[in-house]
């Protein structure tokens, strides 16, 4: 039995699209619908019930279109609202933020792990709560960077004032002693390469869309709702207000065929 309802996925915004890239390289049968709250972009400096709130009614759209899962592209709204979700709707829900604690405790050797957020998933705590659940010897090291959003929607993704940034970022990380950092924030695999470059030395990277994506496939296989093998996956873009220049940012660094893009208003 295949399975042709779509994967919804959503997002504070344009960042998702990191990880719907990231769906359609290992899933290319699925059809995506991605809904990117571009009406009350960012959710970063939001408080949790706020979010909660905006997360539900997101994923009762998507549920409209009937999707099979639901996948939270948004590392904000994984933080705080995941439970929230699961309890609501009927489907399998899936964030970004165990993924990504996973692939980071596979990667590092000495146990001590750097995660940068959004000032909502630093202070959530919910990264170190992922970590610590499966390693309790972990240490984890967290920093918000609250200007590293904007530089990426305005694409100086390769811009010395946005390399000077992530420095000062991760300076009191890598005086930590960290061997792994997580991308905590949907947004910032944009800049894994002048990311990688400020690191010089030996730290691994982790990204959750990759990550993310790989927990949509085991859940898929688990719950056989995979899409059927000769099916050409559709990616249908919904955003709740007018797209400004980052979703041709996006578009662009991704190389993500986006068609015509919909406006669905919220009500
Ligand atoms: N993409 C969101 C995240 O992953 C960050 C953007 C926002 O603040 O809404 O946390």
Do not use: W
Request: with cysteine.
């Amino acid at each position: 039995m295949s399975e042709s309802r779509p994967i919804g996925v959503f997002d504070s915004g344009i960042g998702g699209l990191t990880v719907v890239k990231a769906l359609r390289d290992l899933l290319p049968n699925e059809n995506i619908s991605y809904l990117g709250d571009t009406a009350r972009v960012p959710y970063g400096p939001k408080s949790p019930e706020t979010v909660q709130r905006y997360a539900i009614e997101l994923a009762e759209m998507l549920m409209k279109q009937d999707a099979k899962a639901l996948v939270v592209a948004c590392n904000t709204v994984s933080s705080v609202a995941l439970p929230a979700l699961t309890e609501k709707f009927p489907v399998p829900v899936i964030g970004v933020i165990e993924p990504g604690a996973r692939a980071a405790l596979a990667a590092s050797r000495n146990r001590h792990i750097g995660v940068i957020g959004t000032r909502a998933t630093i202070r959530s705590g919910a990264y170190e709560k992922a970590l610590r659940d499966a390693d309790g010897g972990v240490r984890v090291s967290s920093r918000a960077c609250p200007l590293l959003v904007p530089l990426i929607e305005e694409g100086l993704l390769n811009d010395e004032v946005t390399d000077q940034m992530i420095l000062r970022y991760l300076e009191p990380l890598i005086a930590d002693d960290i061997d792994t950092l997580v991308l905590g924030c949907t947004h910032y695999p944009l800049l894994t390469s002048s990311i990688t470059r400020v690191l010089k030395r030996q730290i691994m990277v982790v990204d959750s869309a990759q990550n993310c994506a790989r927990a949509v496939e085991e859940m898929l296989d688990q719950k056989s709702l995979r899409a059927a093998p000769l099916n050409n996956g559709e990616l249908q873009v919904a955003l709740t207000d007018a797209a400004d220049n980052f979703l041709n940012v996006a578009r662009d660094a991704l190389q993500l065929k986006i068609g015509e893009v919909q406006l669905r208003p919220l009500t």
